[in-house]
């Protein structure tokens, strides 16, 4: 009796292992498939990119560019997102004349890899294209620019940077704490420096910064003074679609949003999209 019972046992360990391992195997199987279903959806949006730049017509031409940016889109919302595949969406958007949503994706492409040179080419081109009156990103302050590099790191970056300049602060002055040498005193004091400007910028962006960058995506947005459809208009002209704002607050279906120059409006919440919604 007591073997039979070993047996069952023995069979049931079996049996629940099988199921594992079968679980593991479909879900691998269905991992290639999904993977092999968007390096096909890739691949039609490139030919689609292709076939638009050599199409005559205009109508044509607007439709295939429609047509890779929303199969490249569909790849990133299965939670492919890479600086690259941002930057295609992005620069199908502007072929298509989609101001918005290529400002939008030029600028997640660029939050995940600040240096990305295309994306940053394309989006000062797209940003060219919206009318005289919006307000662009201001300039870099003096400061900004001696640390320029900064904006050219990540915030995991800056933090490891800013953890490495304090070790070797420390190192330093602990040789000359030990050894009594002046000059490791004095080598320390620039990645102390260092270290100190980074914190300062951590808190200054974590102080200034009161909502999140966003970019209007429909043309002809209307802003009001209030959350309100019935609310006399902000500006004596609807915002276009590529506007970069901030937003400062979210009341029901409005957000009050800032512009680059200081003003602010209430737009309706669906006109615009998070940059940071990847």
Not at 113 to 123: E, G, K, S, V, Y
Not at 145 to 167: C, D, P, T, V
Request: hydrophobic share 50%; proline share 3%.
């Amino acid at each position: 009796m007591v073997n039979k019972n070993r047996i069952g046992i023995k069979i049931n360990e079996c049996l629940k292992y099988l199921v594992m391992f079968s679980t593991i195997i479909i879900a691998t199987k269905f991992q290639v498939e999904a993977a092999g279903l968007l390096e096909g959806k890739i691949k039609q949006a490139f030919m689609a990119y292709a076939q638009a730049q050599e199409a005559t017509k205009r109508e044509d031409r607007m439709e295939k560019f429609q047509r890779a940016q929303h199969l490249f889109s569909h790849v990133s919302e299965q939670g492919v997102g890479t600086a690259a595949l941002y930057t295609n969406i992005g620069t199908a958007a502007l072929q298509a004349e989609n101001l918005g949503d290529a400002v939008l994706a030029f600028r997640r492409a660029l939050k995940l890899d600040p240096d990305h040179f295309q994306a940053l080419q394309n989006l000062q081109q797209a940003r060219t294209l919206l009318p005289n009156w919006v307000p662009r990103p201001t300039e870099e302050s003096v400061l900004d620019s001696f640390f320029i590099w900064r904006k050219s790191l990540s915030a995991a970056e800056q933090s490891g940077l800013a953890a490495l300049f304090f070790l070797l602060a420390s190192i330093g002055f602990s040789i000359s704490i030990r050894w009594r040498l002046i000059l490791a005193r004095n080598l320390a004091l620039l990645p102390l420096l260092l270290w100190v400007a980074l914190v300062v910028f951590y808190i200054v962006d974590i102080t200034t910064s009161e909502g999140q960058d966003a970019v209007i995506t429909v043309d002809d947005t209307i802003a009001r003074v209030a959350d309100s459809i019935n609310a006399p208009q902000r500006f004596s002209q609807p915002m276009s679609a590529g506007t970069e704002v901030e937003v400062l607050e979210v009341r029901d279906d409005w957000a009050h949003v800032s512009l680059f120059n200081g003003r602010d409006a209430w737009v309706s919440f669906a006109s615009l999209a998070y940059i940071a919604n990847l």
